[in-house]
C-alpha cells in the first residue's frame, strides 16, 4: 500500500435508512443518509418497501457522499457494508451494490456487524472512551449491554430476552394512540408529564438480561380498565401516561447497567443505538454518572440512529487489522455480536 491514504467507502442499509459515507485515515468525513417516509402511514418498518426504497436511494446517496468528499472513487482503498443484522431485503440491497463496486474498482470488502458498528460510533468524535468500557445499546430491535475490551473486542453481557427497549417505546405508543415511530412522541409528552403517577411492573430477569414485553401488557389492560371508567383517560392523562411509562423503561435499563458496572468494576459508560436520543434517558444518565462517578460517552445524534458513518469507522479498524470478506460473502438477518 505504501504510504497511500486508506479511503474508504462505507454502506449502511439494515432497516430503513439508506447511508453511504467515507472515511479516509480514520477521519469520517462524511454521512448521507435518506431516510424512508414510506412507512409512516403504515404504524411500522414494511420489509418489502423498505428494499425498494434502499434500490431507488442508494445510487444517488453514495454518489453524494464520494462527491462531497472531494475524492476520486479512483482513490478508494475497500468497500464496507452491513452484513447484518437487520432486514434480509433491505441488506441484500446493500451488500449486492457494494460487491458490485468493489468488483469494478478492484478493492477488498469489508463487513461489518450492524451492532459492533453502533459502538464504534463513539470514536468518530471527541471525546473518545478508554477501553474497558460498557456499551449500553438500545434501539428499535436491539438491547444490548456490550463489554468493550478494545476496537474489535467485544463481549455482549446481557441483552432482551423478548422486546427491545424501541420495541415497548413503540408499541406502548400505539397502544396510547400515538403516530410512529412512536419513542420520540412518547420523550415529547413525558417531559411536562409526572412520572411517578401511574406505576408499572419492573420485570426483573436473571443476570444481565433483560425483558420488555410485560410493561406492553401491563399498559394494555390498564388502559382497558381505565377507558372502561372515563373514555377520555387516555386525552386527559397523556403527559403523566407517557412519563410514567418512560420512567419505567429507563428504571430497567439502569438496574442491569448499574449491575453490569459493578460486577465488571468499570467506571466508563457508553449509550449508543437510536433510543439513546431520547432525552429521559440521557438526563438519567448524566444524573446517575454525577452520582457514581462514572464517565459518560454519548455520541452525536446523527451517529446514535442507523448510519454509515458508524459503519465507516468499524470499517477503519478491520482495515488495519487486515480483516476482509470474501465474493461469495452473503447478509445475516440475525446475525450475533
Excluded at 469489508?110 to 459492533?116: A, D, F, L, P
Excluded at 460510533?121 to 449500553?136: G, R, T
Excluded at 439502569?254 to 457508553?270: F, G, T
Amino acid at each position: 500500500m505504501g504510504n497511500k491514504d486508506i479511503s474508504i467507502l462505507a454502506i449502511e442499509s439494515s432497516c430503513d435508512e439508506t447511508s453511504a459515507s467515507i472515511i479516509v485515515n480514520g477521519k469520517v468525513l462524511n454521512n448521507i443518509v435518506a431516510t424512508q417516509s414510506v412507512h409512516e402511514k403504515y404504524g411500522g418498518v414494511v420489509p418489502e418497501l423498505a428494499s425498494r426504497a434502499h434500490q431507488e436511494n442508494l445510487v444517488p446517496v453514495v454518489q453524494e457522499a464520494i462527491f462531497s468528499s472531494g475524492i476520486d472513487k479512483r482513490d478508494i482503498s475497500a468497500v464496507a457494508f452491513t452484513r447484518g443484522p437487520g432486514l434480509m431485503g433491505s441488506l441484500l440491497v446493500g451488500v449486492s451494490f457494494a460487491k458490485a463496486f468493489a468488483f469494478g474498482l478492484g478493492v477488498p470488502l469489508i463487513e461489518i456487524n450492524h451492532m459492533q458498528a453502533h459502538v464504534l460510533a463513539h470514536f468518530i468524535e471527541d471525546p473518545k472512551p478508554d477501553f474497558p468500557f460498557i456499551c449500553l445499546t438500545v434501539s428499535g430491535g436491539h438491547t444490548q449491554l456490550v463489554l468493550v475490551r478494545d476496537f474489535l473486542d467485544m463481549e455482549v453481557i446481557g441483552e432482551t430476552r423478548d422486546d427491545a427497549v424501541g420495541e415497548a417505546f413503540d408499541k406502548t405508543a400505539k397502544l396510547l394512540g400515538l403516530p410512529y415511530p412512536g419513542g420520540p412522541v412518547i420523550d415529547k409528552f413525558a417531559k411536562n408529564g409526572n412520572p411517578k403517577a401511574f406505576k408499572f411492573p419492573i420485570t426483573r430477569m436473571p443476570g444481565l438480561d433483560y425483558s420488555f414485553s410485560g410493561i406492553k401488557t401491563a399498559v394494555l389492560y390498564f388502559l382497558r380498565d381505565e377507558l372502561v371508567k372515563n373514555p377520555k383517560f387516555i386525552d386527559e392523562n397523556i403527559e403523566d401516561l407517557c412519563a410514567s411509562i418512560q420512567y419505567s423503561l429507563i428504571k430497567m435499563l439502569m438496574i442491569k447497567l448499574e449491575k453490569a458496572l459493578e460486577e465488571y468494576q468499570i467506571k466508563s459508560v457508553a449509550i449508543a443505538g437510536g433510543v439513546s436520543a431520547n432525552s429521559g434517558l440521557r438526563s438519567t444518565l448524566e444524573r446517575m454518572a454525577r452520582k457514581n462517578g462514572w464517565k459518560l460517552f454519548v455520541p452525536s445524534f446523527e451517529y446514535c440512529t442507523d448510519n454509515a458513518g458508524m459503519i465507516a469507522m468499524a470499517a477503519h479498524y478491520k482495515y488495519l487489522q487486515g480483516e476482509f470478506s470474501t465474493m461469495d460473502v452473503a447478509p445475516i438477518a440475525k446475525m450475533k455480536l
